[in-house]
């Protein structure tokens, strides 16, 4: 039970930054989408371990993994859009990585390759 409340709460975490980030202009608020983004892929991240658990202690149903499946997918996705905001306008990755960015890039390169 406590791990299904978690999961409703992520639900709810998940469904809050995805209306934050939508509307926002990627060119006035770059910063902000890449945290928004960066969070979007851990909360997801968070849920798929959530889910991974819950689903071990049920019978095997296929709509339970393919919701796993679909959710991993969604981090996936949010690490992908964390890194392309790294990006400058021209789309050219930097050089060097500034010291605040360094550690989210990291988390979210292994993130992505574990999900």
């Known amino acids: 039970e406590d791990e299904s409340r978690q999961c409703k709460m992520h639900k709810r975490r998940i469904d809050i930054l995805t209306d934050l980030v939508s509307p926002l202009n990627i060119q006035h608020f770059r910063q902000l989408c890449r945290q928004l983004r960066f969070e979007l892929g851990e909360a997801k991240n968070q849920m798929v371990s959530l889910k991974y658990s819950i689903a071990a202690e049920l019978p095997v149903e296929?709509?339970?993994?393919?919701?796993?499946?679909?959710?991993?997918?969604g981090a996936i996705q949010e690490f992908e859009n964390f890194c392309n905001l790294l990006r400058d306008p021209?789309?050219?990755?930097?050089?060097?990585?500034?010291?605040?960015?360094?550690?989210?890039?990291i988390v979210s390169q292994v993130l992505r390759h574990l999900a």
């Open 62 to 73: 296929q709509q339970n993994w393919k919701k796993i499946n679909n959710l991993c997918f």
């Open 90 to 105: 021209n789309e050219n990755f930097p050089e060097t990585l500034s010291e605040e960015t360094v550690k989210p890039y």
